[in-house]
């Protein structure tokens, strides 16, 4: 297993549910990044009442009492130059692991992770390029928009409960970008999907990047592929979490509903 633990550097609050971890020092000299902008590691918190500290033995830890919790964060950035690893990290105030850290993360706290792993890029031969996602997307979409070939064209939609839940997002492609709010539309599980359906796509089949809560990503997965006739290779469409699941709930149960979701188009 490939491990590596970084020591924290700063912190930054990007928005009103995001918070930035930028992790260095020593423990990270064997990270070897990949050549994909949705790459992740799988971030192990440790739990309270645990006995050890970053870097563990993770096989010894995850037989003891307070085994690890591992949570996949998205890579916004690796600066292989300075040796710094970006993770920007979703919180929801001190629930879950993951956002109870980065809420109280401070300079030289240490965060161990396995990884990275990932499996799309915008390719350059695309005819343009569609992003669409929630929060907890955010980091490759940003992640893919900074690496999108300088003059290609790119349509992101991004659904998050507010203004002060927006991020800058820049690109080098010609990029239309679509905020959807969903303190204007409270309970509306269709959202995302209507914003999708009221794009006007240019010519050509994009490259698709879809990502965010299994519903949504199901509905729209359907529309592209159904109604709209986007090819099915090539494209990059799964969920990250469910709504009603925990992390570990929704692990036991996502094979079956990835097959599932395969058989709507």
Do not use: C
Request: avoid cysteine; charge should be negative; glycine fraction near 10%.
């Amino acid at each position: 297993m490939d491990t590596q633990y970084g020591t924290v550097v700063r912190t930054e609050q990007l928005a009103r549910r995001l918070v930035r971890l930028v992790l260095g020092g020593d423990g990270l000299a064997g990270f070897v990044s990949t050549e994909f902008t949705d790459q992740y590691v799988n971030a192990l918190f440790i739990p309270e009442g645990a006995s050890y500290t970053a870097p563990f033995d993770v096989d010894e830890a995850k037989a003891g009492d307070h085994p690890p919790k591992g949570r996949r964060e998205t890579v916004r950035r690796w600066n292989a130059d300075v040796g710094e690893l970006t993770l920007d990290i979703v919180t929801h105030g001190d629930e879950g692991y993951a956002g109870r850290f980065a809420n109280h993360a401070v300079e030289g706290d240490r965060l161990q992770v396995t990884g990275p792993s990932g499996g799309y890029a915008p390719r350059s031969d695309a005819d343009w390029h569609l992003l669409v996602g929630d929060e907890s997307a955010l980091p490759a979409i940003a992640a893919s928009l900074d690496a999108m070939p300088t003059g290609s064209r790119a349509l992101a939609v991004v659904v998050v409960d507010g203004h002060d839940d927006r991020i800058t997002l820049d690109s080098p492609a010609h990029l239309d970008l679509v905020w959807v709010h969903r303190d204007d539309h409270p309970g509306d599980p269709d959202l995302l999907l209507r914003a999708v359906e009221d794009l006007v796509f240019p010519s050509g089949p994009p490259q698709a990047f879809v990502h965010g809560e299994a519903g949504e990503v199901r509905a729209i997965r359907k529309h592209l592929l159904g109604d709209r006739g986007v090819p099915h290779e090539g494209q990059s469409i799964s969920p990250y979490w469910r709504r009603q699941h925990t992390d570990e709930q929704w692990r036991k149960v996502k094979r079956d509903w990835l097959a599932e979701a395969e058989s709507d188009v």
